[in-house]
Nanobody
Framework: QVQLRESGGGLVQAGGSLSLTCAAS????????MGWFHQAPGKEREFVAA????????YIVDPAKGRFTISRDNAKNTVTLQMNTLKPEDTGTYYC???????????????????WGQGTQVTVSS
């Protein structure tokens, strides 16, 4: 199994940027596709982005396209969500998660991810 820890959250003004990093330990990092999820206050946890095991394929949901990018460094066991042009609706807790089943693609539902970090808080002020 893999342990995940997010960092990089904080308070930022609308239009600003944050870079979230998820550090993995335990199992071989490249055995997992990685995803990021966002949980706004009082709402369900929703899929934001994912990247395949080797990093060749990634997916960003439409509301974040052009603003967010996902990348990974398998040598450093990290996955990063770069968030630019942040909006107040991006406020919430961001979780990284690991999917050890899919081999070449990425998946976008919570049930596909067996391992989760504790989350990092992002607050975007208007």
């Amino acid at each position: 199994q893999v342990q995940l820890r997010e960092s990089g959250g904080g308070l930022v003004q609308a239009g600003g940027s944050l870079s979230l990093t998820c550090a993995a330990s335990g199992d071989t990092f490249s055995n997992y596709a990685m995803g990021w999820f966002h949980q706004a206050p009082g709402k369900e946890r929703e899929f934001v982005a994912a990247i395949s095991r080797g990093g060749a394929f990634s997916y960003i949901v439409d509301p974040a396209k052009g603003r967010f990018t996902i990348s990974r460094d398998n040598a450093k066991n990290t996955v990063t969500l770069q968030m630019n042009t942040l909006k107040p609706e991006d406020t919430g807790t961001y979780y990284c998660a690991a999917d050890g089943v899919t081999r070449y693609a990425v998946r976008g539902t919570r049930e596909d991810y067996a391992y989760w970090g504790q989350g990092t808080q992002v607050t975007v002020s208007s």
